[in-house]
């Protein structure tokens, strides 16, 4: 038990700190830099870690197994939207982002529906309040949607950044 509340602890300290880091930079304006995967590799391979242990443990039933899915949608459905809610633009030959507002409302929205689909699945299991894949999966949830967002804003600032067309002369 002791190692699951460590896990548990361990988790919400490092999603509220991934958390907190990325709407810090909804604030800031920022030139757009290549996408990287890194991040999101490293995210994503402690999701996949931590819903592995759940399962070893025998966590994890048929039900928590649609859970996770729609889970992973949604956060790839709000990364798009953030993605496109960001505000992107070129300056002197760079790309430049802002999330401002509309994006945190994204973020609050899309992460309480991600508690919200934990809440339900777990009282339908017979369970009271956050189930455990909820929480096991709130790594692979970051790691998707920031993901998507960066992905998003990164074909928007080569968009951007593509010269236009060169007008047709118009012959009278």
């Given at each position: 038990?002791?190692s699951?509340l460590?896990?548990?602890l361990?988790t919400a300290?490092?999603?509220a700190?991934?958390?907190?880091?990325?709407v810090v930079?909804?604030f800031?304006?920022?030139?757009?830099?290549?996408f990287k995967?890194r991040?999101?590799?490293?995210?994503?391979?402690?999701?996949?870690?931590?819903?592995?242990?759940?399962?070893?443990?025998g966590?994890?039933?048929?039900?928590?197994?649609?859970e996770?899915?729609?889970s992973?949608?949604?956060a790839?459905?709000?990364?798009w939207?953030?993605?496109?809610a960001?505000?992107?633009?070129?300056?002197n030959?760079?790309?430049?982002?802002r999330?401002?507002?509309?994006?945190i409302g994204l973020?609050?929205?899309?992460?309480?529906i991600?508690?919200?689909?934990?809440?339900l699945a777990?009282v339908?299991?017979?369970?009271?309040g956050?189930?455990?894949?909820g929480?096991?999966s709130?790594?692979l949830?970051?790691?998707?949607?920031?993901?998507?967002?960066?992905?998003?804003?990164?074909?928007r600032a080569?968009?951007?950044?593509?010269p236009a067309?060169?007008a047709?002369?118009?012959?009278?």
């Open positions: 038990m002791t699951t460590t896990l548990s361990a300290v490092l999603a700190a991934v958390l907190a880091w990325a930079r909804q800031q304006t920022r030139p757009v830099e290549q995967a991040l999101f590799l490293i995210l994503g391979a402690i999701g996949v870690w931590q819903v592995a242990r759940l399962a070893d443990a966590g994890m039933q048929a039900a928590d197994a649609v996770l899915t729609a992973l949608l949604l790839a459905v709000f990364g939207l953030r993605g496109w960001a505000t992107v633009w070129a300056h030959g760079a790309a430049y982002r999330g401002g507002w509309p994006v973020w609050a929205a899309g992460l309480a991600h508690v919200i689909v934990d809440v777990a339908a299991d017979g369970h009271h956050l189930g455990p894949v929480s096991a709130i790594m949830y970051l790691a998707a949607t920031l993901g998507l967002q960066s992905w998003i804003i990164q074909r080569d968009e951007v950044l593509r067309p060169a047709e002369a118009v012959c009278a």
